[in-house]
């Protein structure tokens, strides 16, 4: 990655949880959701509030938006 962080995916084995990337700190684990509209982050909200990952404290969801043009010929 650019800034010479590594990235990780996280899939639960015996859920539906799966985070599509994961940035790795010293101190903490920051959750990153990439949607490609505006749709909830069911697995971020998961992480964020449960007690069982006590190194996520915030996380990011980034949408991706496309547009598409359409030209008559």
């Known amino acids: ?3 010479g962080l590594e990235l990780y995916y996280y899939k ?4 539906t949880l799966e985070e599509d990337f994961f940035v790795r700190a010293k101190n903490f684990l920051i959750p990153v959701a990439v949607k490609a509209r505006n ?3 069911k697995s971020l ?3 964020l509030e ?3 990952y006590p190194d996520i404290t915030y996380g990011t969801k980034k949408c991706i938006v496309t547009t598409e043009i359409r030209l008559k010929v």
């Open 50 to 52: 449960s007690d069982k």
């Open 45 to 47: 909200r998961t992480l």
């Open 12 to 15: 639960r084995v015996d859920s």
């Open 39 to 41: 749709r909830t982050a």
């Open 1 to 3: 990655m650019k800034q």
